[in-house]
């Protein structure tokens, strides 16, 4: 099911079982994983391109996500300027220990570059001091103040995930 919220920077590609609350995406082998397993083992296959082709590719991945073959899927609405990548992003989220299955179904359908990135190497670029937190403050021209508010903003968001591991992808768009 592809969720496009004009309110959201993403659009999300999820099975329709999770949208309506009756199944977490974020497992392995059917068992949700827990805190220390999303750490150790959760990520995305990355794939860069206009948001044109990212949107056909999400029509192309949707039926594999509602087979649960491919966990879920996000992408850009538009460039985010700020990190001056020129092209938009997709994140084809997976378990490592299946992102070989799911590598092989991106392939089959036209993706044919790959980079693979644990989530938490992206939470802790996220975190007050990391890459791409600290580079999107530059981009956005904050004073000190205001960066010093965004990375504290940013500290009480990602304990709040780790009070509910859900809040990781539903608090996505907040």
């Not at 082998?29 to 044109?52: A, C, M, S």
């Not at 594999?64 to 990548?85: C, H, N, S, T």
């Amino acid at each position: 099911m592809i969720i496009d919220r004009p309110e959201s920077h993403f659009i999300f590609v999820v099975p329709r079982s999770h949208f309506y609350g009756d199944y977490n995406y974020i497992n392995y082998q059917g068992r949700q994983l827990t805190n220390r397993e999303y750490l150790d083992h959760w990520g995305k296959w990355i794939i860069f391109g206009p948001v044109e082709e990212l949107a056909g590719l999400a029509k192309k991945i949707d039926p594999y996500v509602e087979k649960k073959m491919v966990p879920a899927a996000k992408y850009d609405r538009e460039i985010i300027g700020e990190f001056k990548l020129g092209e938009c992003v997709m994140c084809v989220y997976c378990d490592m220990r299946q992102r070989e299955e799911v590598w092989d179904i991106l392939c089959a359908l036209g993706v044919d570059e790959k980079m693979w990135v644990f989530e938490r190497e992206t939470m802790e670029r996220w975190l007050p001091g990391g890459r791409l937190l600290e580079k999107w403050i530059t981009g956005q021209g904050m004073s000190e103040e205001q960066g010093e508010r965004v990375r504290e903003g940013a500290k009480e968001r990602f304990r709040k995930m780790f009070e509910d591991p859900e809040a990781v992808f539903r608090g996505v768009e907040q």
